[in-house]
């Protein structure tokens, strides 16, 4: 088989590779009080195959918010709501979101954002963003980041630069 065998979207060993139906993508929940709901992922294979970007569909029953307050340095991520309505908290606004609507929120803009419902009705979206292994994010309501690269989620307090450094490195002892 030549590698143009293998690009070629009608090879019918690789279709079940790259392309996810949502009725049969497993659906995993976390919740906790007001946070969290469910999600699939949709795109199973662009990680394994190299890729970054990732599509999740997430639903949120009323009286959840998807997760804390936050910004990105890195990742850009966007939102698509498909049905419901939920609410969008961006920066110091919040705006009601319904079917069609598209949620732009650029990385490196320290404007944090956050998709909530407070309605009857499931917001069902789409959650489409990088997978980045360097990303920081922060969380404006209660002071914590978060490092990826480190799997640390904490407080960060100001310092001089040399404060708790030893007197003499120790490869100079």
Request: overall charge negative; hydrophobic content about 30%; charged content about 25%.
């Amino acid at each position: 088989m030549s590698p143009e065998d293998d690009m070629n979207d009608n090879n019918p060993s690789l279709l079940p590779d790259v392309v996810t139906s949502t009725a049969e993508a497993a659906s995993e929940t976390l919740e906790e009080g007001h946070w969290g709901g469910s999600w699939k992922v949709l795109t199973p294979a662009m990680r394994r195959r190299g890729g970054s970007l990732g599509v999740v569909e997430m639903r949120l029953e009323k009286g959840h918010a998807s997760c804390p307050f936050h910004w990105h340095t890195r990742e850009d991520e966007v939102f698509y709501v498909l049905s419901g309505r939920g609410v969008l908290r961006y920066g110091e606004e919040l705006r009601e979101l319904g079917p069609g609507d598209c949620v732009a929120c650029p990385a490196g803009t320290q404007v944090a954002h956050q998709l909530a419902n407070p309605f009857d009705e499931t917001l069902v979206y789409l959650a489409i963003g990088p997978h980045d292994p360097h990303e920081v994010c922060g969380y404006p309501d209660s002071g914590k980041v978060f490092v990826r690269a480190t799997r640390t989620i904490g407080r960060l307090e100001g310092g001089d630069y040399m404060a708790g450094e030893p007197e003499e490195p120790p490869a100079l002892s």
